[in-house]
């Protein structure tokens, strides 16, 4: 005789026991996972089982009972009935074909999500997606070249420290901080000390932090295109209202922007290297765009996003580092230098308006895990950090000239190099294509890639693919390449 086995059955703390094992019990019946004729464990296994009492565990088998569900025979158990109801009112269940089981009440009453909800819900292309760990998704750094040994023996040093285990302070740790501002300083010439830079968990959280510190319902944003998606939906679910500015030969035309003349109160740019098509801005542009924003009282934040690693030129200072006190929102992150899974970034602000972004941190998420940012600290403070940009700067370096050259090469007609940009993000176009689908076919070729389409707002969209090298070996890039050479001829 089969005694089912309940070990797969999870069961909340926190939400109403007896309803969820009820659910759970009815479903595996339903999808008949418990097979007619099968014996359940007695009340007192059950209940050792799962961590519910017996009475709770007595009170569900009685009500199937009386539903029809199960029946006991005397002296021998209670049994999955061969009889149950042929339907089950108010209720829709599924199966998966792996034997999984869920449960789903009615949806028909559910109140209505916010417009941001509906838009995403409905998105034709997934924008919660993140880079996978596959050759050439952009972003993503050489893993394998990260000094792995060097952080491990950081982490074993800091993880018993009693001083890092509380909660920390919400602007971050200072001796990160410290170090941070130094490094700042002197690669990307940002005004800024300990006081007012903040460490987040990422650029997401530190754009949030600034949206809600600055923005009030309904005021103008101004926003690139194409460019970063995901900061565009953390617009929209703010409710502001969105202006496009158009990229022109890869950055947008400051002039055309101050004579549009408009009454905005944030900028979302990334001057140093636009997102994703690559331009620099010209310091010409720059001064005139700092002029123009202090004349408009109109917020800047620029996104840092890859200042570490360019491939043609000298690193380009930030924009922020231009003028002290200018009103520039500073954003850089660590998991490109670095690696993603650490998760840290970092906001720079104005000094007098510091106060009002540390306390918002303190409110929207609280202090970032203390334990990396001590690894961090040490990490900085040791020279590793600095040594690992120079090393990691070189061996990109010839990852993108042999992966730019196979493109022009191989590629020739069928798709063009677009923007060289970094060997973390360049960009080839790839006209006459559903760069969406060829963006799937390399996924489950084992390529990573993001469609440069997904970053256009609007209806005027160019096809093309968003790649990154850095995460790349030679003989990856050779059959990428061969493999979209085949792909890109026979479609």
Known sequence: MKILDLTDIFIDRNQPLQKQLYKALLNKIECQVFTSGSKLPSSRIMSESLGVSRNTIIQVIEQLKSEGFLVAQAGKGIFISSKTPNNISDRSFSCSNKGQFFFSESTHSLPDLSNYGESIRSSSYSLSRWPESLPFSPGLPDLEAFPHNKWCKLYRQNLDRITISGYGDSRGYLPLRKRLSEYLRISRGVHCSEEHIIITNGELEALDICIRVILNKGDLVLIENPGYKRARFLFKSMDVNLQEIQIENGTFNVDNLIKKNFVAKLLFCSPTHQYPLGGIMELKDRVKLLNWAEKSKCWIFEDDYESEFYSQKKPVAALQGLRKDAPVLYCGSFSKTLMPSLNLGYLVVPEPVAPAFIEAKGQISGPSTLLYQAILADFIGEGHFVRHIRRMRNIYQEKWVHFCTLIQ???????????????????????????????????????GSTPLSTCYFGKIKRSGLILGCANTTTSQREEFISYLERYLIKK
Do not use: E, W, Y
């Not at 006459?432 to 076919?441: A, E, M, V």
């Open 409 to 447: 090469s191989r590629l020739k007609s069928q798709a063009q190099l677009i923007s060289p940009g970094t060997p973390m993000n360049l960009v080839i176009a790839t006209p006459g294509h559903d760069d969406i689908k060829l963006s799937k076919d390399l996924a489950n070729h084992g390529f």
